[in-house]
């Protein structure tokens, strides 16, 4: 009975795993695609203007 005690730490992991990796797979993409990749988008924008006009001003 040791190697089962030994086995199922591994194992619930491994199925907890797997089941965010699906979780994760199945909320990409969708309805909010357009508006989470426009909000990236903004972001990087505001960065590099950012980045921009700090290294202008040297």
Known sequence: MDYVSALVPPVVMAVFFIGVVRVIVKTQGGAAKAK?????????????????????DA
């Open 36 to 56: 989470e990749d426009a909000a990236v988008d903004a972001a990087l924008a505001r960065m590099e203007g950012a980045g921009k006009s700090s290294t202008g």
